[in-house]
Nanobody
Framework: QVQLVESGGGLVQPGGSLRLSCAAS????????MKWYRQAPGKQREWVAG???????NYADSVKGRFTISKDNAKNTVYLQMNSLKPEDTAVYSC?????????WGKGTLVTVSS
């Protein structure tokens, strides 16, 4: 089992920045593919960013150039640095881990972008 706990959400003004963290339990973090998803009320959950076990990253077009996903294997933590935030970025952000077809989810952290 992999347990994921997100943190770092909160209220931020448009144009501001926020860094989310996702701490994972277990000793297999380094071989997990990690992703960030988000879901706004009334909308489908969408993929935001991903990072492979080897460190390769990819982003949704809506956040490309503004968000950066990274991880620290020593800390069993994946991060999502969010810059130039827009009101449409408002959502519950959830961390996802994948290995051998198994998916693990955190409970999410709320990000609200508003003036």
């Amino acid at each position: 089992q992999v347990q994921l706990v997100e943190s770092g959400g909160g209220l931020v003004q448009p144009g501001g920045s926020l860094r989310l963290s996702c701490a994972a339990s277990g000793s297999i973090f380094s071989i997990l593919a990690m992703k960030w998803y988000r879901q706004a009320p009334g909308k489908q959950r969408e993929w935001v960013a991903g990072i492979t076990s080897g460190g390769s990253t990819n982003y949704a077009d809506s956040v490309k150039g503004r968000f950066t996903i990274s991880k620290d294997n020593a800390k069993n933590t994946v991060y999502l640095q969010m810059n130039s935030l827009k009101p449409e970025d408002t959502a519950v952000y959830s961390c996802n881990a994948n290995r051998n077809g198994m998916n693990y989810w955190g409970k999410g952290t709320l990000v609200t972008v508003s003036s």
